[in-house]
């Protein structure tokens, strides 16, 4: 690794106050002291015009890459080694410093999570770590930075998935991402609903093929030279007569991209070839991919693809699936024949999470350990859901007698809600609860132990992933995917943790000067 790239990607991708805080810790001697912090999420994104009703998490192996390589190494250790106070001192000891290079180590923690790829809703912890104060203070900011952005871009795909249906879904929109952050995003992308993806690196990471096709600048560059559109397909598919996909809209859609892309299609059946389609990237889309269905069809082509790319999101989609079957309907055509074809190209609203640039996921103390025993740790907010649920606690997802999911709980490490005839389940942060019979309900565990005694769980494969995404979208009721107002899916605490909130809220209160 560069020297400048392990700066910024090392032990010091992290924010100035967890040093501070760390050093402070050390300084009480309570750095060591076991602690037990929460990671999630308050609301799900909000795109202005609609708003997702579940999350897909995702970006967990990435964070545990970089615990595995994080070290306080020589280098590191100058750094922090060289800041000053404001009036000149060394701002951190150097029985401090000592203490981080010989046990500054994330070995120490561990770290259970919701998997990559499974549903997650707001309050429910995606990841809960537990260690030593000082240590488990230190991976905040990497593991906010990681799993909120990931599982922002992830939840945005999976809305894709849900609406474009069976349709074929590419991911390309590295060129417009933030930097390096387009690796996660295409990542989190694949995890969360897209088929594939144009960027060759991470798609050979997850063993997929990459995929693409040509730029308006082949047929620019071609034209400029003297040529012409058709010169520019043929030479397209000369060099490429099996995966010959043509951008048909540099000039005119249906009349020259599209009778120039058929040329060049019939060209390669005489010579043993069948053509991969068309890519549509400007102009009324679904329009022209009714009016190219029509013209591929009439010149024998019923099955080439039809590419459309374009800003394309989930409502953007939605409409044009919605244009395509209404004007099909009044021109007594067949709407699933055009639909079967359709590949959704999508780029910038992707893998930027357009309408919503951040999940807002927090990093809360809610536990530390003393003589034996864990002390639950509460923060008070002015607005109740900013208030932590604090404690040692599980998480379960509860179903209903149809296989649906109907509630994500919340309760004390021990507690068995199916061992009542009924469970009484509180909001987690207002008065307002609901009931249900044992018998009426199954229970999973959500948390699987990711990070334990420096060793990490071994890295899920691709396919994994997306199977634990299709597994428990199937699981919700349609009401809660609904692009548009989705209902609310229930989090809720058990009996005794909510008792034992409002307690410690009391006793914070009463605390007061």
Known sequence: MHERSALREGILFTDQYQFTMAQVYFRLGIHERPALFDHYFRRYPHYDSHQAGYCIAAGLEGLLDWMDAARFDAQALEVLRGQRTRRGAQLFGDD????????????????????????????????????????????????????NFQTLVATKASRIRDVAGE???????????Q?????????????????????VGISAELGLPSRGTHAHSLVQVVMALG??????????????????????????TLESGVPNAIKVFEELRVKGH??????????????????????????????????????LDELVIWQILAQISQESRREGTDADAVIRRLVFGVGTHLVTSWGEPALGGVYKLVAVADQGHWRPAIKISETPEKTPTPGRKQALRLYDQRGKATADLLLLEGEDPLSQESILLHHPADARFRTLRRDEISAEQLHEVAFAEGQRQAPAMLAA??????????????????LVNPHIYHVSLSDQLWNMKQQLIRDAYQQRP
Do not use: K
């Open 167 to 177: 349709a074929t879904i590419m991911e390309f929109g590295l060129r417009r991402a």
């Open 96 to 147: 401090f410093l000592a203490w981080l290079r010989d046990q500054g180590s994330f070995a120490s923690l561990t770290l259970r999570a919701i998997p990559e790829g499974r549903v997650v809703h707001p309050h429910v912890p995606l990841t809960v770590a537990e260690g030593p104060l000082a240590m488990a203070q230190l991976l905040e900011t990497a593991l906010l930075n990681r799993i």
């Open 227 to 252: 040529q012409s559109e058709l010169a520019a397909f043929r030479a397209y598919a000369e060099v490429y007569p099996d995966d010959a996909l043509l951008l048909v809209d540099t000039i005119n």
């Open 274 to 311: 069948e053509p991969l389609g068309i890519r549509l990237d400007s102009g009324d889309l679904a329009y022209l991919s009714m009016r190219a269905a029509r013209m591929l069809d009439a010149a024998g082509f019923p099955n080439t693809a039809i590419v459309l790319s374009n800003d």
């Open 465 to 482: 992933m997306r199977a634990r995404r299709d597994a428990d979208v199937a699981r919700l009721d349609p009401g809660v995917t609904r």
């Open 179 to 199: 930097g390096l952050g387009g690796n996660e995003a295409t990542r989190a992308a694949l995890i969360g609903g897209a088929d594939f993806s144009s960027n």
